[in-house]
């Protein structure tokens, strides 16, 4: 007997949806990856957090944030009273790692975003989180409609809408640590997305 025609990404489940992120061949960056990196957490978590795509490191493992950026982002995590896998889920815009002819990560193009996006969406719609934080500019700007030159300074401090639901700007964590400084507006940003969250019991 035939297979079923596969579903729609907008219909997956979770094991479907993981199966075809893992199969995918959407875009040129199924060529360079060793692994893709759909995403980890609580299937069930109020807080989605949203980063721009695997690094070195996330490629070789296959999870989100596993380098010093993650450790950052764990802290944050703490900050707002989460841990990975509890009550947060951790993905990104693009489920491969883009990297530059040098072999340097890149920002995903518009076109591996749009490839990518379906996933994403659908990981939002299965997760139902109450907040969204998108980490640094190409994640916020990937969701918003907006002038893609605005920079991150521009759009937090603010409520934006994505899928629904509230979506909180913030700095991503790897531009912390090389701008130690902006911290504290990071932790003012998760503490806008406290507020947020609180609001909506
Ligand atoms: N940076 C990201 O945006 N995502 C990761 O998963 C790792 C680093």
New binding site residues.
């Given amino acids: 007997p035939q297979a079923p025609p596969a579903r729609e990404v907008a219909h997956m489940d979770w094991v479907e949806l993981k199966t075809s992120v893992a199969g995918c061949v959407k875009c040129g960056l199924c060529q360079g990856r060793t692994n893709t990196?759909f995403g980890v957490g609580d299937e069930k978590a109020k807080w989605l957090f949203i980063?721009?795509?695997?690094?070195r490191n996330?490629d070789l493992q296959g999870e989100?944030?596993v380098?010093q950026?993650?450790k950052l982002l764990d802290n944050m995590l703490r900050a707002v009273g989460l841990r990975r896998g509890e009550n947060a889920y951790i993905a990104?815009i693009v489920k491969c790692r883009p990297t530059d002819a040098n072999g340097k990560d890149r920002p995903p193009t518009a076109a591996e975003t749009a490839a990518c996006l379906p996933y994403l969406e659908r990981q939002i719609a299965l997760i139902q989180p109450s907040v969204l934080v998108a980490?640094g500019k190409t994640a916020a700007l990937s969701l918003l409609a907006l002038d893609p030159d605005t920079p991150v300074s521009r759009l937090r401090g603010k409520v934006h809408r994505y899928a629904d639901r509230p979506l909180i700007v913030t700095y991503?964590p790897?531009y912390l640590l090389r701008n130690m400084i902006d911290k504290r507006k990071a932790w003012e940003d998760l503490s806008l997305a406290m507020t947020t969250y609180a609001g909506l019991d």
């Avoid at 980063?51 to 690094?55: A, I, V």
């Fill in positions: 990196v980063g721009e795509g695997p690094g996330e989100p944030f380098g950026a993650g990104n980490l991503h790897a």
